[in-house]
């Protein structure tokens, strides 16, 4: 693939809610292939999640998409060299990029919190994204954070 992007694969929903964000966040949360393992996890948290949050109106479903929404970062900061120095250029990120790094900082973050299993762990970290704290999203403001101390290096954009 010298030239060409390669082709954008589609990816079909899951079983149970029919969404192909969650085949997406599984398939982000799978080790060694074992998706139904991932599945299970997945199936399992969100069940945690509905116990925990009884009072709330929504479905868990809803929840995990609004924790989602509540650590998906807006911009970043990437290295750019000019002249001998290295400069941390702020950039907007597209979309689907957006997404995929969400995703993976809950799934990082629920892996680094204590807890019995993968499912208790990644439904505490949804609850707390859904609350607007927690380890992704204090990742989210750090990069807004660092983008915004570095507003001035916007003009080396690329």
Request: glycine residues 6%; hydrophobic residues 40%.
């Given at each position: 693939?010298?030239?060409?992007?390669?082709?954008?694969?589609?990816?079909?929903?899951?079983?149970?809610?029919?969404?192909?964000?969650v085949t997406r966040f599984v398939n982000n949360l799978m080790f060694s292939g074992k998706k139904n393992l991932a599945f299970t996890i997945f199936y399992d948290?969100?069940?945690?999640?509905?116990?925990?949050?009884?009072?709330?109106?929504?479905?868990?479903?809803?929840?995990?998409?609004?924790?989602?929404?509540?650590?998906?970062?807006?911009?970043?900061?990437?290295?750019?060299?000019?002249?001998?120095?290295?400069?941390?250029?702020?950039?907007?990120?597209?979309?689907?990029?957006?997404?995929?790094?969400?995703?993976?900082?809950?799934?990082?973050?629920?892996?680094?919190?204590?807890?019995?299993n993968m499912a208790e762990r990644l439904a505490a970290e949804v609850v707390a994204a859904y609350n607007q704290e927690g380890g992704a999203y204090k990742k989210?403001?750090?990069?807004?954070?660092?983008?915004?101390?570095?507003?001035?290096?916007?003009?080396?954009?690329?």
């Amino acid at each position: 693939m010298r030239k060409s992007r390669p082709k954008k694969r589609i990816i079909l929903p899951d079983p149970k809610f029919n969404d192909p964000y969650v085949t997406r966040f599984v398939n982000n949360l799978m080790f060694s292939g074992k998706k139904n393992l991932a599945f299970t996890i997945f199936y399992d948290s969100l069940d945690i999640v509905g116990e925990k949050l009884k009072n709330a109106d929504k479905s868990p479903l809803e929840i995990w998409k609004q924790a989602l929404e509540n650590i998906t970062p807006q911009v970043e900061v990437k290295s750019r060299r000019v002249g001998g120095a290295t400069f941390q250029v702020p950039m907007e990120i597209r979309g689907d990029r957006k997404v995929s790094v969400s995703m993976k900082n809950l799934i990082l973050f629920a892996r680094k919190r204590p807890g019995r299993n993968m499912a208790e762990r990644l439904a505490a970290e949804v609850v707390a994204a859904y609350n607007q704290e927690g380890g992704a999203y204090k990742k989210k403001e750090d990069t807004h954070r660092m983008a915004e101390a570095n507003k001035a290096f916007a003009h080396f954009r690329f």
